[in-house]
């Protein structure tokens, strides 16, 4: 599958890229403690609704841990904003994702893009996200080795 998005390309910081990978990791790896801090760095007051953002998979721990309640999936489920949010929030949330390194909104939208594409062809969610989690432990590893790793396919 090859997939052609010109003009959709976005940039992040170093510093930006980074948290991006840890946010992936933290919710694959199901850290709740990380997830909420990564989280609010990134979408600041409404930062329990940004792991929905990578995979709805994720609701499962923010709602076993507590900080996401029934009435929050109900209305991501419906693709609406949830009662308990205020405008202001969703601005502060807007301006937060773009003064942090780059254009988060930008990149979250294309990977909502691509997740949407996939499941189109039945491509199961739990391969997307093991490719998602390996690109960002890639991600992780300091320049030479990452660029060393990926020259050799991978990891």
């Not at 991600?139 to 990891?155: C, D, N, S, T, V």
Request: proline fraction near 5%; include cysteine; hydrophobic fraction near 45%.
């Amino acid at each position: 599958l090859v997939m052609l998005d010109h003009g959709c390309v976005h940039e992040l910081s170093e510093e930006a890229r980074v948290r991006l990978c840890k946010l992936v990791l933290a919710c694959v790896e199901r850290r709740s403690a990380d997830l909420q801090i990564i989280s609010k760095e990134i979408a600041g007051p409404l930062y329990k609704f940004l792991p929905l953002l990578l995979s709805p998979a994720f609701a499962v721990i923010g709602y076993m841990d507590g900080w996401l309640t029934s009435a929050d999936l109900r209305a991501a489920y419906r693709n609406q904003i949830p009662p308990s949010v205020s405008l202001e929030e969703v601005g502060k949330c807007v301006a937060n994702m773009h003064t942090h390194g780059g254009n988060f909104l930008g990149v979250l939208h294309s990977m909502g893009y691509t997740r949407g594409l996939l499941a189109s062809i039945n491509y199961p969610e739990r391969l997307r996200l093991q490719s998602l989690a390996r690109y960002a432990v890639l991600g992780l590893l300091p320049e030479a080795q990452r660029k060393r790793a990926l020259l050799e396919g991978g990891m």
